[in-house]
Nanobody, 128 residues
């Protein structure tokens, strides 16, 4: 069983930056691929970014490519999402998710059906 806890959400202005953190309670955190998804009101939960279990491979949604960066620290059981140049389209509840990895390709973990564990989310609000 893996427990995930997101933090770092808040209210920012358009163009600002925010870093989300995800703390994992996994015994073998380095065996899990990590992803971030987001869900805006009345919309489906959409993929944002993924990182392979080794950290060597990342994958991003087109809407955040070049603005967001996913990273992980396996020694600390942490995953991060650095969000720069935030836009009015970015507000949502952001969720981190973990999947026991069977390959080192991050794009595999862009489908929420592949994810095994989910956090409760952290809210990001962007004011214009």
């Amino acid at each position: 069983q893996v427990q995930l806890a997101e933090s770092g959400g808040g209210l920012v202005q358009t163009g600002d930056s925010l870093r989300l953190s995800c703390a994992a309670s996994a015994r073998s955190f380095s065996s899990y691929a990590m992803s971030w998804f987001r869900q805006a009101p009345w919309k489906e939960r959409d993929f944002v970014a993924a990182i392979s279990f080794s950290g060597s491979n990342t994958h991003y949604a087109d809407s955040v490519k070049g603005r967001f960066t996913i990273s992980r620290d396996n020694a600390k059981n942490m995953a991060y999402l650095q969000m720069n140049s935030l836009k009015p389209v970015d507000p949502a509840v952001y969720y981190c998710a973990a999947a026991l990895a069977y390959n080192d390709y991050a794009h595999t973990y862009s489908d929420r059906r592949t994810m095994d564990y989910w956090g409760k989310g952290t809210v990001v609000t962007v004011s214009s």
